[in-house]
């Protein structure tokens, strides 16, 4: 007769932080003869095993684990001093350094849409979201969704299993941008988003895009910021019999219709102004699909790179370094939205510390101060402007070529709304500054910006 006692043993285990990296330890522990229940906690690097027959021995579940990077130990265990985590910063350090320099180049604005373009401009207006900003925003995204797929999913499936996750997120996409964009043609302007809901909800996924990314990292304070749904749930999501938890990465790549990125929101406004379902529908599915090669090739190099046991770790730091910079350089251009101090503006003329002279002030014209500018894809000239105090401004900015992100110039705190550019049009903005101080002027998605500083 089967003996029916039951015996408890605590492990310390040492490995990989994440979310779904306990469940992966629970479910594979009971599969173990003798094994009645596991709960791992792997914020206090301790796994609680519960046994009727066999305990499990720290080499048996070494070598178990031994392709997740987990290693047991029977007693409390010496934190080990690791060297060489930074050359893993390396090949993140020289996808970031492209990015800055094709964001810098400006070649976006040679793709302007309206809701007059044809669907190949479009398709060619996603492909240039996909390589700036689009990749900044949801790139994070997909290497986090990857690396929780593959340890929860696949982690020795061959590479089309490991690609499942990343074509279900891009037919999410897909899928969720044209119905949006067809339901966007249908109500018009009613459903606009404001530039100040946008600005919140970008620094709210930028902060949740950081949290992750330095979990990824290993900073052991963030693992207890883990978002956990109850395990009753997460048991049943990770059962493999059952298909529900592997319907997330279509359900989030759905979710990303919803994110505020410029390119996203020119198409949108395309959408909006197209006054028809299947025009706005067919903008904004053209869009999307322009956006999928990249999304798709940052999915696949994830995989090839966690594919090897040996360069999983690797590839866990490149990823953290990776989304902690897309973090925090969307925060920085958020932070230019809403007219706060960012990291931009210590690459700017500061005049903050000179005597206010007559020089450099708007040219007074009726009473009116006359400012002019020129705006592009690559910024504002001249960038940093003067004007007085109460008395009434006529801003003129002439769009030399501007981008979907560069399209429209907001100056919170100067005056409501934003400043709609047109290509090679003149744009005009009357408003009256009414405090002296220093104004911060940028683009909807913050890339861009200038100053305005109002004297007496």
Same mark, same amino acid.
């Given at each position: 007769?089967?003996?029916?006692?039951?015996?408890?043993?605590?492990?310390?285990?040492?490995?990989?932080?994440?979310?779904?990296?306990?469940?992966?330890?629970?479910?594979?522990?009971?599969?173990?003869?003798?094994?009645?229940?596991?709960?791992?906690?792997?914020?206090?690097?301790?796994?609680?095993?519960?046994?009727?027959?066999?305990?499990?021995?720290?080499?048996?579940?070494?070598?178990?684990?031994?392709?997740?990077?987990?290693?047991?130990?029977?007693?409390?265990?010496?934190?080990?001093?690791?060297?060489?985590?930074?050359?893993?910063?390396?090949?993140?350090?020289?996808?970031? %350094? /492209?990015?800055?320099? $094709?964001?810098?180049? !400006?070649?976006?604005?040679? +793709?302007?849409?309206? =809701? &007059? *373009?044809? @669907? #190949?401009?479009?398709?060619?207006?996603?492909?240039?979201?996909?390589?700036?900003?689009?990749?900044?925003?949801?790139?994070?995204?997909?290497?986090?969704?990857?690396?929780?797929?593959?340890?929860?999913?696949?982690?020795?499936?061959?590479?089309?299993?490991?690609?499942?996750?990343?074509?279900?997120?891009?037919?999410?996409?897909?899928?969720?941008?044209? %119905? /949006?964009?067809?339901? $966007?043609?249908?109500? !018009?302007?009613?459903?606009? +988003?404001?530039?100040? =809901? &946008? *600005?919140? @909800? #970008?620094?709210?996924?930028?902060?949740?895009?950081?949290?992750?990314?330095?979990?990824?990292?290993?900073?052991?304070?963030?693992?207890?910021?883990?978002?956990?749904?109850?395990?009753?749930?997460?048991?049943?999501?990770?059962?493999?019999?059952?298909?529900?938890?592997?319907?997330?990465?279509?359900?989030?790549?759905?979710?990303?219709?919803?994110?505020?990125? /410029?390119?996203?929101?020119?198409?949108?406004?395309?959408?909006?102004?197209?006054?028809?379902?299947?025009?706005? *529908?067919?903008?904004?599915?053209?869009?999307?699909?322009?956006?999928?090669?990249?999304?798709?090739?940052?999915?696949?190099?994830?995989?090839?790179?966690?594919?090897?046991?040996?360069?999983?770790?690797?590839?866990?730091?490149?990823?953290?370094?990776?989304?902690?910079?897309?973090?925090?350089?969307?925060?920085?251009?958020?932070?230019?939205?809403?007219?706060?101090?960012?990291?931009?503006?210590?690459?700017?003329?500061?005049?903050?510390?000179?005597?206010?002279?007559?020089?450099?002030?708007?040219?007074?014209?009726?009473?009116?101060?006359?400012?002019?500018?020129?705006?592009?894809?690559?910024?504002?000239?001249?960038?940093?402007?003067?004007?007085?105090?109460?008395?009434?401004?006529?801003?003129?900015?002439?769009?030399?070529?501007?981008?979907?992100?560069?399209?429209?110039?907001?100056?919170?705190?100067?005056?409501?709304?934003?400043?709609?550019?047109?290509?090679?049009?003149?744009?005009?903005?009357?408003?009256?500054?009414?405090?002296?101080?220093?104004?911060?002027?940028?683009?909807?998605?913050?890339?861009?910006?200038?100053?305005?500083?109002?004297?007496?």
């Amino acid at each position: 007769m089967e003996s029916t006692n039951k015996f408890e043993r605590i492990y310390k285990v040492k490995g990989m932080h994440c979310a779904s990296c306990e469940i992966l330890l629970e479910k594979k522990m009971i599969e173990i003869s003798g094994v009645t229940s596991a709960e791992a906690s792997l914020r206090r690097e301790e796994v609680r095993v519960t046994y009727t027959s066999g305990r499990p021995t720290k080499e048996q579940l070494n070598s178990l684990f031994k392709e997740e990077g987990y290693k047991f130990f029977d007693e409390p265990f010496k934190e080990e001093k690791k060297t060489g985590g930074w050359k893993n910063l390396w090949p993140a350090l020289i996808i970031i %350094l /492209g990015f800055l320099y $094709l964001n810098r180049l !400006g070649f976006v604005s040679a +793709f302007n849409v309206n =809701s &007059s *373009s044809s @669907l #190949a401009g479009f398709f060619l207006f996603g492909i240039i979201a996909g390589l700036s900003t689009c990749a900044a925003l949801v790139g994070g995204l997909v290497l986090s969704m990857s690396k929780q797929w593959t340890e929860l999913y696949a982690p020795t499936s061959n590479l089309k299993t490991k690609m499942q996750p990343h074509l279900m997120f891009n037919v999410g996409r897909l899928l969720a941008y044209g %119905l /949006g964009g067809g339901l $966007l043609g249908l109500v !018009g302007e009613k459903l606009k +988003f404001s530039s100040s =809901s &946008s *600005s919140f @909800l #970008a620094v709210l996924v930028a902060l949740l895009m950081l949290v992750l990314g330095l979990q990824m990292l290993g900073v052991r304070y963030f693992q207890k910021w883990q978002i956990r749904m109850p395990r009753f749930i997460t048991r049943h999501v990770a059962d493999e019999k059952k298909f529900s938890g592997k319907q997330m990465p279509f359900i989030l790549g759905a979710l990303t219709f919803f994110l505020p990125c /410029g390119f996203t929101i020119t198409s949108q406004g395309a959408a909006l102004l197209a006054g028809s379902f299947w025009q706005g *529908s067919l903008i904004m599915l053209f869009f999307a699909l322009g956006t999928s090669p990249i999304l798709l090739l940052i999915g696949l190099s994830s995989v090839k790179y966690a594919a090897r046991p040996n360069m999983a770790g690797k590839f866990l730091k490149t990823a953290g370094f990776l989304v902690v910079f897309f973090a925090l350089f969307n925060l920085n251009a958020q932070f230019n939205v809403l007219g706060w101090p960012s990291v931009t503006d210590w690459f700017k003329s500061s005049s903050s510390t000179q005597q206010v002279v007559e020089d450099g002030l708007p040219p007074l014209i009726n009473g009116v101060q006359v400012l002019k500018m020129e705006a592009s894809s690559l910024g504002y000239t001249p960038d940093h402007l003067k004007v007085r105090v109460g008395v009434p401004v006529r801003w003129e900015v002439t769009d030399t070529g501007t981008s979907g992100c560069t399209n429209a110039i907001i100056a919170r705190g100067l005056f409501a709304g934003q400043i709609d550019l047109i290509n090679g049009q003149i744009s005009v903005k009357e408003f009256t500054p009414t405090k002296i101080g220093r104004y911060k002027f940028s683009c909807w998605m913050g890339m861009v910006n200038g100053i305005i500083d109002v004297v007496e």
